[in-house]
């Protein structure tokens, strides 16, 4: 009697496996040892037909969170009206004082004979942010000429030039690449809290840090955290200290004083 | 082959407006529906073009995405391989 057998199916055979692997490894090797290059040739093409669709996802965004504005109920927003107008009095009284304080610091500084900050930064539209892009990096657009204007490693501010954001990592003839401070594993020095207790914050994504200090270090959630080795530029206050009682440390977290997703504009400032 | 080149224009479309991580699920979910699914490869060197930075979160490494593109679909593949009843 003849008998019919299944027959064998190439595709589980342990020789193409080899193949598509060694194909594969082949294939990786050559994306981390010449996507370099690949990167200085494609990226303005590349960036100049994704302009059109950055843009319409900008305006989506923008127009969404102009709706849920809009949208919100009139009760909520007359509570909320009266509580900013209470903060905004707060606000000035505080800018009255450090405006004197300001004023009399840069007199000091004249008379010690250190430089101020006195150049003026260049605005810079952003046409992508997280969460599009990933691990805390902006696409900012140049103008005519203005890719000579700024080099790698300026400072990236926001807030009047009060709050450090990251730096220029990358320029292109119409647009740049900015890393965020914040980007996960990042380091930064940074000084907290009215004593200035020195430390270093690793960036944990999406705008936040965090640091390690010693148990029993006199800091207090919404103490102000200043980047001391970038020009005692802002960086965040401290939302949430986490201590365990096994742990000689303390965990501080803080994040950025602004919202990363809705950030329109930034400055840049020479290093 | 049309569905195909569809699913091609709307995985290079949703990279400009998806979260990566959800883009990343969606890949998968499609390698596990096509066969020999490398569709998102030109997307996902174009988004390392256009956003990628080597940064130390992303071990160092610019194009990450294309990477995990890459794993994912011949791991799915060879997933597939192995299971007896797939199709």
């Known amino acids: ?271 | 082959m049309k569905t195909r080149w569809g699913l091609f224009i709307l995985l290079w479309l949703v990279i400009f407006y998806l979260p990566w991580w959800w883009w990343l699920v969606l890949v998968l979910i499609l390698a596990l529906k096509f066969s020999y699914f490398w569709e998102p490869i030109v997307p996902a060197l174009w988004y390392d073009i256009l956003f990628g930075l080597p940064v130390a979160g992303r071990f160092g490494q610019q194009f990450i995405m294309t990477i995990g593109v890459l794993l994912i679909v011949w791991s799915v593949e060879q997933i597939k391989k192995a299971l007896i009843f797939y199709h």
């Open chain 1, 1 to 271: 009697m003849k008998m019919n057998y299944r027959r064998a199916d190439e595709r589980r055979s342990p020789r193409r496996f080899g193949w598509s692997l060694v194909i594969l490894i082949l294939f990786l090797s050559g994306i981390v040892f010449w996507g370099a290059k690949l990167s200085t040739w494609f990226y303005g093409p590349v960036a100049l037909v994704s302009r059109p669709f950055l843009a319409v996802g900008k305006v989506t965004v923008d127009l969404a969170t102009d709706l849920k504005q809009f949208v919100r109920f009139k009760k909520s927003l007359v509570a909320e009206n009266q509580k900013l107008k209470l903060e905004n009095l707060r606000l000035k009284n505080i800018w009255q004082s450090n405006q004197t304080i300001s004023q009399e610091n840069l007199e000091l500084k004249k008379i010690v004979g250190l430089n101020s900050r006195s150049e003026k930064p260049l605005l810079l539209a952003v046409t992508a942010r997280p969460i599009i892009t990933p691990h805390d990096i902006l696409i900012v657009s140049l103008g005519d000429d203005q890719s000579r204007l700024i080099k790698v490693g300026d400072l990236v501010t926001t807030g009047g030039g009060q709050v450090l954001l990251g730096r220029v990592a990358e320029i292109y003839r119409s647009s740049a690449k900015i890393k965020l401070f914040t980007s996960f594993g990042d380091q930064v020095i940074v000084a907290i809290g009215p004593k200035s207790i020195p430390a270093i914050a690793k960036g944990l994504g999406s705008g936040n840090f965090s640091l390690s200090l010693p148990r029993g270090t006199e800091i207090a959630v919404g103490d102000s955290v200043f980047a001391n080795s970038y020009r005692n530029l802002l960086l965040g206050s401290v939302g949430a200290i986490e201590a365990k009682s096994s742990d000689p440390y303390i965990r501080v977290l803080f994040r950025l004083p602004i919202n990363l997703y809705e950030l329109k504009w930034v400055e840049i400032y020479e290093n």
